[in-house]
């Protein structure tokens, strides 16, 4: 874990003072509402449906027991005693009064963590692949080189007004499951020739109304010129995004304006400039944030450890969980715990303060003190020993996350939709609470495999629907919630755009359709083995749609 | 409408000339970018201090044979959300190496001047009654920065490793 | 004065409130509220125009903001016509345990 030094520690609470003079300006009239806007998004702060909503940064997805306590209490004190883990890394409480903002961010502060750039026209949160650090197919923990993006984006005074918000992605494994090439720039930690480490630098990703699947701007950027390097790619896109159309403003639209090629042809023209300015960081500040990611002391376990090897023998359900939610762990005798939040008919993403506590002492017992959130809106132990496991799964199952369905069909992101916020056309939740109890029977999930479902209110695609193997997007048709169907889409080192199948769905209507999809996949898959997303990819929309609308 | 630099109210000693107007002999002149592009002769020898508003699409490039003549920038934008101000300040200022007076224009907040002052601005045109009192402690709201820039203050990062590592010119 | 041509409405202004975020109606005492049903409803286009009005000064006086002036159906309930605001008015439809009544729950 990264530890706050007396900067980091003067920035935040700064920052808090900061903001403590804004709210005291704001509520005395002195800022107007256009005028305060910005500088509360750009502390996190939203006014939703019900409520303001506050977006607390977890940076890379990484969360001490001492911070998830912190965010607990927090969920009690000042909220209605839970929050909910978002697609980004973030946690977002939806009860939250204007007044007790400053109180919030200093207790936040308190333990290394803020709200900074979590929404606002500025660079926001950086994610990364939630297996950091422990997962076998890695180069470099993206950790490190995230916490250099993160120190330098932080009040970045010349990017912090920019056309539209800017989201980076990082991650140091072959397999992609941070969803990079969806992000405005997506950082890849790669290898080059001479056995150095470097970034290849995807730009222009992004989800909403034109998805995009991110060109590759620059496949090797040296680790000592990365920062001057993106500010080329952010100043070039501060000069020439555009301003006139909130729809056109975001960075993929400027990349495909120009064309990938003419937009790294300006970036290198730029960055000599950028990098004239000594914005790089020194190695010894590198190896300094290294440092912190240095791997925990594990103990030598020799594999088959027995005890596991004999629960998994003789519980059915329990060797069905370590299937589903245990990643193997590139430490032997070790597996990485992926923590389901979403309990059949459950809210996605949702913890209470109550299971925050439990999880955290879990992670205290089990894991090394360490929790990861994942943008499948999950949450990981990410060191457990093998024979820890089945303690693990028992006790995950008091707190109600045991539900073995990582990756399955009832494993399902979505975004708040209009339950809660402001931008919705229609629900999101209610329709993954209920996919979720109908596709319950764990056989079933199984025997349909890997196959991941998201849902977003709006067009703005926050559940990530394009993303999605199927995709549901709620629209407004005259007043009523409406459903439409995107399949193909995927998120990891594949990424591709779910197509729009068809009409949409009524809310009554749309389980039925998703049901057909399934059976229809069910009915055409080579064998066993063929997911969801391969026999699409063989067999086209056409079945699907066939079976959904019938024969045209 | 006043003129403000981080400490609060100056003395502004320029004044704006219209396109169709005459610098009077030895006076202290903002013109269009415009007419300084046609007619920077007559301009610079007539009048004593020539400065030049600019607006967010300017190319820098064909402002750069009089940079260093110029007395002043005034960098104007319409719209406080409009974040290319930032940028050029910065572009002047490290890779033009503009030293005189740069002056944002336009619909600011004092929250926003700490940013623009760490891009190289100087001073801003603002409203009447805008709040000192706000604009003052905002600018002094932090003691440290993350990022090298312009003419902000010793980066985190070199106080951490000291000047030899504080990364490369 | 006929009334058979003039279009039938009936509508009640909403914000939130700026210090805390709750969402308010605003009563024919000029109160702002918790509970939609003790809104002051306009059933004319100028009564309607009024409370905009209405909104926009509490907004400029920094007391609300994201004013709106919404249909809600005729009669004592009041209830806000469009999904979107019926569920702003009575909260997330998936936490019943959260959720608030359209009517000022009896002492
Ligand atoms: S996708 Fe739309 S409805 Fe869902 S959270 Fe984002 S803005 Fe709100």
């Known amino acids: ?552 | 409408m006043a003129v403000v630099d981080r400490a609060g109210p100056i003395a502004d000693s320029w004044t704006r000339l219209a396109d169709d107007q005459a610098p009077a002999a030895g006076a202290t002149v903002i013109v269009s970018f415009a007419r300084l592009k046609n007619e920077h002769n007559s301009l610079f020898s007539a009048a004593g201090k020539v400065g030049v508003e600019i607006a967010g699409d300017v190319k820098l490039e064909e402002l750069e044979p009089f940079l260093p003549r110029l007395g002043l920038i005034v960098v104007r934008m319409n719209n406080m959300r409009d974040g290319r101000l930032f940028s050029i300040g910065r572009m002047l200022r490290e890779n033009y190496k503009y030293a005189a007076d740069m002056r944002a224009a336009g619909d600011l907040i004092p929250d926003q001047m700490l940013y623009l002052l760490r891009c190289g601005f100087t001073s801003f045109e603002v409203k009447d009654g805008f709040p000192i009192d706000s604009l003052r402690r905002s600018v002094a709201a932090y003691t440290h920065w993350y990022q090298r820039i312009a003419n902000s203050a010793t980066p985190v990062t070199e106080l951490r490793h000291g000047a030899a590592h504080g990364g490369e010119p | 004065m006929h009334m058979s041509n003039a279009k039938v409405i009936n509508k009640v202004l909403t914000a939130n409130r700026l210090r805390n975020g709750e969402t308010v109606y605003y009563t024919p005492a000029g109160e702002w509220v918790l509970y939609v049903s003790q809104a002051r409803v306009a059933t004319t286009q100028e009564e309607a125009d009024e409370l905009a009005k209405i909104g926009a000064a509490a907004y400029a006086a920094n007391l609300v903001i994201d004013v709106a002036v919404i249909d809600v159906t005729p009669g004592a309930e009041k209830k806000p016509s469009h999904i979107r605001e019926l569920i702003r008015a009575t909260g997330p439809t998936v936490r019943a345990d959260l959720n608030k009544p359209i009517t000022p729950p009896k002492k």
């Open chain 1, 1 to 552: 874990m990264y530890i706050y030094d007396k900067f980091d520690h003067a920035i935040t609470s700064e920052r808090v003072a900061e903001f403590s003079q804004q709210v005291t300006r704001r509520l005395a009239g002195e800022l107007s509402e256009d005028q305060f806007r910005p500088l509360r998004l750009m502390n996190g702060l939203y006014l939703q449906l019900h409520a303001y909503m506050l977006r607390v940064a977890i940076p890379y997805g990484t969360l001490s027991t001492k911070q998830l306590r912190k965010l607990a209490d927090i969920a009690k004190k000042y909220d209605r005693d839970y929050g909910h883990f978002t697609t980004r890394q973030n946690l977002q409480y939806n009860w939250i009064k204007l007044e007790q903002v400053p109180e919030i961010l200093a207790e936040l502060g308190s333990v290394e963590m803020h709200a900074n750039q979590t929404s606002g026209n500025c660079i926001r949160n950086v994610t990364a692949d939630q297996f950091a650090g422990v997962a076998g197919d890695e180069v470099e923990d993206p950790r490190i080189i995230s916490e250099v993006i993160r120190q330098w984006s932080t009040f970045h005074p010349e990017f912090s007004f920019l056309p539209r918000k800017f989201k980076f992605a990082v991650t140091g494994a072959a397999k992609d499951r941070a969803a990079i090439q969806f992000h405005d720039i997506g950082i890849h930690i790669v290898k080059n020739d001479a056995g150095e480490i470097g970034y290849a630098v995807y730009v222009g990703g992004g989800m909403g109304r034109t998805p995009v699947v991110a060109p590759l701007i620059k496949p090797f950027v040296a680790r000592h010129e990365l920062l001057s390097y993106l500010e080329a790619c952010l100043r070039v896109y501060n000069m020439h995004g555009r301003r006139d159309n909130i729809y056109k403003a975001r960075i993929k639209i400027l990349v495909r304006d120009l064309g990938p090629v003419e937009y790294a042809r300006q970036v290198e023209e730029m960055w000599p400039l950028t990098r004239a300015s000594g914005v790089d960081v020194p190695a010894a500040e590198v190896a300094r944030i290294q440092a912190f990611f240095a791997p925990p002391v594990y103990e030598t376990i020799k594999e088959p450890v027995a005890a596991f090897e004999e629960s998994k023998k003789r519980d059915k359900a329990f060797a069905n969980w370590v299937k589903n939610n245990v990643h193997p762990h590139k430490v032997p005798g070790y597996g990485a715990v992926t923590i389901s939040l979403k309990p059949i008919g459950g809210i996605p993403g949702d913890a209470s303060s109550a299971q925050m506590h439990q999880i955290a002492d879990l992670s205290d017992k089990y894991s090394l003190g360490e929790v990861r959130v994942t943008h499948v809106q999950n949450l990981v132990l990410p060191n457990v020993k093998q024979a820890d496991l089945f303690a693990v799964w028992q006790r995950l199952g008091e707190i109600g996350f045991a539900e073995s369905n990582i990756g399955l069909i009832t494993d399902i992101i979505a975004c708040p939709g209009l339950d809660y916020c402001s931008l919705a056309n229609a629900r999101s939740i209610a329709i993954a609470q209920r996919l979720s109890e109908h596709f319950a029977d764990v056989d079933r999930q199984h025997d349909i495999g890997s196959l991941q479902i998201k849902i977003s209110g709006c067009i703005n695609a926050c559940g990530h629907h394009h993303a999605g193997h199927i995709g549901i997007l709620g629209v407004d048709r005259a007043g009523q919630e409406l459903y439409q169907l995107t399949l193909g889409g995927a998120g990891d080192e594949t990424a591709s755009i779910g197509t729009l199948i068809g009409p949409g769905f009524t809310s009554d209507d749309v389980v039925g359709a998703i049901d057909k999809v399934v059976e229809t996949y069910r009915g055409l898959r080579q064998n066993a083995g063929e997911t969801f997303i391969e026999a699409y990819r063989r067999v086209g929309p056409a079945p699907f749609k066939e079976a959904l609308y019938g024969r045209r």
